[in-house]
């Protein structure tokens, strides 16, 4: 009896402390001496909802839209944030940038790993500079005369030999990302160096999207100590161009020679270092997933790699078997650019943008306060039926449409708000009447690059690299999935025992 006392005795103060420690941590961060805090719940002291996000991913977003609307506090990954799901609030945050008070807000793990002359973490000058070498790197003019020759030449021999074989495309796809980036950033071609630096840079990746703890065996310290390495093999290569004086045809030869000229800021070696790692890093993830998934929706999709491969096959009738495609070529493939985007908007590849808040920000009549974040969460977006209909379904042929999105008046009528109640917010943005056609890539609320003055730099770059990936795969063979291959979409797009594929020749 003594014992079942207590025993309850336990359970009750437990319930009392646990109690406690959430009320503490709503008044914690709900007290404010002006405005007021968008509705939530903070969870946890220091791990706050961190758990439940991780767990729940998608379905925590929406349990909370339900409860509280399309913008809402909570506390994820160590700080107090606010999640905006409205289309428009979104997009006039990435519009607004620094003059509204939001610079880049991505969780201390990213920051310390990617380096802090990252472009992604930068701000004000610094990110002009960095941001201006970094376009430089992939403008039309050297995507056209360089990149691409590259690209085709190492696709063409990237996807030999697969005919009769059984494929992991998602291995294939993430070797193929991480070769092409270090061929055409450091002339990198497979062997004994790329081996060490893919090692380096798969333990980096998992380090970003790690809680920051610092101990021997955690994902943080691994990918921390793999950082270190990729910048000493850097700090090396560098200092082999410098006393070889000899001319790369590379992006690092282009960093280093940036601003000799006068017409642009000369960036110094740990710049060029953190610019390289960041190019690696960007690309590596949304590329091969990209690709990956693209094979995957056009298996299941007879129709759509029907069309898509016709589009290719036309352009090859022109051409000699060994002779690479040009960038004009690339800029006809209509089809396989809008299978791209569908493919980035139906797998939704990046859930969100995160900014943080460097003064008092107001918001729809709240007001959020300095040193938070603000996950503009575009995932829901990619999933509006509004702007998309049916959007579940694999459908590239939206993206040659014309829609209506230019001179966009929204409004909201009587009858909208109870529909958009019903979905659990306050606001829906629908289209007047009077407004011109326009293809959906022009639409105010594609985001599936961000926007603003950080829209992706290396989109078009990306969007080459995959259609040139798909050009040779589709004309050169035909494949069905192998096996039962598991897909999971949150925190990050992948297939946990593989995607597989029996390849044969078309």
Same mark, same amino acid.
């Given at each position: ?9 336990? #359970?009750? +103060? ?26 939530? !719940? ?24 339900? /409860? ?21 609030? &979104? /997009?006039?945050?990435l519009l607004q940038g620094e003059a509204g008070g939001l610079v880049p807000g991505y969780p201390q793990s990213m920051l310390d790993i990617l380096g802090r002359n990252n472009i992604a973490a930068v701000h004000g000058q610094l990110h002009r500079v960095m941001r201006g070498a970094m376009? +430089? ?12 020759? @590259? ?20 291995? @294939? ?29 798969? !333990? ?14 955690? =994902? ?10 990729? #910048?000493s093999i850097l700090e090396q290569m560098i200092a082999e161009r410098r006393s070889s004086g000899d001319a790369h045809d590379d992006m690092l030869d282009a960093l280093l020679r940036s601003g000799d000229d006068g017409t642009r800021e000369k960036i110094s070696d740990e710049q060029i ?25 056009? =298996? ?18 022109? @051409? ?34 995160? /900014? ?10 709240? #007001? ?13 977006? &990619? ?11 694999? &459908? ?16 909201? =009528? ?8 019903? /979905? ?8 007047? @009447? &009077? ?26 770059? +990306? ?10 795969f589709v004309t050169r063979y035909r494949w069905e999935e192998e096996g039962k291959n598991t897909i999971l979409k949150f925190p990050r797009v992948e297939a946990p025992n593989g995607l597989h594929i029996r390849v044969q020749d078309y």
């Amino acid at each position: 009896m003594a014992l079942l006392l207590v025993l309850v005795g336990v #359970v009750v +103060g437990v319930v009392l402390a646990s109690s406690l420690l959430l009320r503490w941590n709503e008044v914690r961060y709900g007290r404010r001496k002006e405005g007021r805090l968008p509705p939530g !719940t903070m969870g946890w002291p220091l791990f706050g909802e961190t758990t439940e996000f991780l767990k729940q991913g998608p379905s925590f977003m929406k349990q909370r839209r339900l /409860r509280y609307g399309r913008l809402f506090r909570t506390h994820i990954l160590g700080c107090p944030t606010v999640v905006c799901m409205d289309p428009e609030l &979104n /997009r006039r945050m990435l519009l607004q940038g620094e003059a509204g008070g939001l610079v880049p807000g991505y969780p201390q793990s990213m920051l310390d790993i990617l380096g802090r002359n990252n472009i992604a973490a930068v701000h004000g000058q610094l990110h002009r500079v960095m941001r201006g070498a970094m376009v +430089g790197l992939v403008r039309p003019a050297a995507l056209r005369q360089s990149l691409l020759p @590259k690209i085709d030449a190492f696709m063409r021999d990237h996807l030999c030999g697969w005919a009769g074989t059984v494929v992991d495309v998602q291995a @294939k796809t993430k070797e193929m990302a991480l070769l092409s980036a270090l061929r055409q950033i450091a002339g990198v071609t497979a062997g004994p160096l790329s081996d060490a630096l893919k090692t380096e840079l798969y !333990t980096l990746v998992l380090g970003t999207i790690s809680l920051p703890i610092n101990l021997p065996g955690t =994902s943080y310290y691994q990918g921390f100590q793999a950082r270190k390495k990729l #910048v000493s093999i850097l700090e090396q290569m560098i200092a082999e161009r410098r006393s070889s004086g000899d001319a790369h045809d590379d992006m690092l030869d282009a960093l280093l020679r940036s601003g000799d000229d006068g017409t642009r800021e000369k960036i110094s070696d740990e710049q060029i270092i953190d610019l390289l790692i960041a190019l690696i890093y960007s690309g590596y993830e949304t590329m091969s997933t990209t690709s990956m998934m693209a094979v995957k929706y056009l =298996s299941e999709h007879p129709r759509a790699l029907e069309e898509l491969r016709r589009e290719h096959l036309d352009i090859r009738k022109g @051409k000699s078997p060994d002779e690479a495609i040009s960038y004009d070529d690339v800029k006809s493939m209509t089809f396989t650019r809008a299978a791209i985007f569908e493919t980035l908007r139906l797998a939704t590849v990046v859930n969100g943008l995160l /900014r943080k808040t460097i003064k008092d920000v107001e918001m729809n009549g709240y #007001v959020i306060p300095k040193g938070w974040r603000i996950y503009v969460y575009t995932r829901e977006i &990619n999933y509006d039926p509004f702007m998309y209909p049916d959007p579940m379904t694999f &459908n590239p042929w939206r993206w040659l449409v014309s829609r209506r999105a230019e001179n966009i008046n929204y409004h909201q =009528s009587t009858s909208t708000r109870a529909y958009h109640h019903s /979905r659990g917010s306050s606001n829906l943005f629908l289209p007047t @009447k &009077n407004v011109q056609e326009k293809n959906m890539e022009s639409h105010p609320h594609f985001m599936l690059f961000g926007g603003g003055g950080r829209m992706c730099p290396g989109k078009e770059v +990306g969007t080459v690299e995959i259609t040139t990936f798909l050009h040779y795969f589709v004309t050169r063979y035909r494949w069905e999935e192998e096996g039962k291959n598991t897909i999971l979409k949150f925190p990050r797009v992948e297939a946990p025992n593989g995607l597989h594929i029996r390849v044969q020749d078309y």
